[in-house]
């Protein structure tokens, strides 16, 4: 267990609808990663934040937004659905020290 | 961040020490090497990371060249549990770039 949290592991909805994931960092974390994994396909960094400030954007869709809340957990949100949106989000946490990322085991999203 | 690359897919045999090499030729002076894995679908685990010097954990060791232009994941008896997707990362100051890593396959 790594101590990082994400709702729902499991999400099945249609296209054009809009979801939101949820991470929860382990705690005393400050920064979160958002990662996108389509299938047989590496992690695609999507967004970093920083105690509630956006730190760093990779290749994030503009039909998708995150944010940090005070209390650290973040959420990504995902608007107008398209089949190919169909992946694995995974959430890290870093730890400030070392720098490792600590990764949650995932959300899993199918668009039909 | 710098690029790395990897060979698609390796085999080992179990027992045996699994080599797994990366080239990040154009990694900074002050950018570390990390080394996660994924098995099937689940969260990359941490594996080890360094700058300059040769790592070793519980898990693996890490030889870092001179120049610093590659590296290699070395896990010194692999088992079956081993196989997975390998990732090798340079991480600068912002964000961290996976790319598609080694599929190493540890055969009994």
């Known amino acids: 267990d790594s101590g990082v949290t994400q709702t729902p592991k499991h999400l099945i909805t249609a296209t054009g609808q809009r979801v939101t994931l949820r991470c929860s960092p382990r705690?005393?974390?400050?920064?979160v990663y958002w990662y996108q994994q389509s299938l047989d396909q590496g992690l695609q960094f999507l967004i970093q934040?920083?105690?509630?400030?956006?730190?760093a954007k990779g290749n994030i869709l503009e039909r998708f937004s995150a944010q940090q809340f005070p209390d650290l957990h973040s959420e990504l949100n995902l608007s107008s659905l398209e089949l190919g949106d169909s992946a694995l989000y995974f959430c890290?946490?870093?730890?400030?020290?070392?720098?490792?990322?600590?990764f949650g085991e995932g959300s899993r999203l199918t668009v039909l | 961040d710098a690029k790395t690359t990897q060979p698609p897919s390796m085999d080992c045999a179990e027992g045996r020490a699994a080599n797994l090499p990366c080239n990040h030729s154009?990694?900074?002076?002050?950018?570390?090497v990390y080394w996660y894995r994924q098995i099937h679908s689940q969260g990359p685990q941490y594996i080890i990371h360094?700058?300059?010097n040769n790592e070793t954990n519980e898990m693996a060791s890490l030889i870092i060249t001179e120049d610093r232009k590659s590296s290699t994941l070395i896990l010194p008896h692999a088992t079956l549990r081993d196989t997975a997707v390998y990732y090798c990362?340079?991480?600068?100051?912002?964000?961290?770039?996976f790319g598609k890593g080694t599929h190493l396959i540890i055969q009994p």
């Open positions: 890290a946490s870093v730890e400030g020290g070392t720098g490792e990322l600590f």
């Open positions: 705690s005393g974390d400050l920064s």
């Open positions: 934040y920083y105690n509630g400030e956006e730190r």
């Open positions: 154009t990694i900074s002076g002050n950018e570390y």
């Open positions: 360094g700058l300059k």
């Open positions: 990362i340079v991480r600068g100051a912002d964000g961290l770039t």
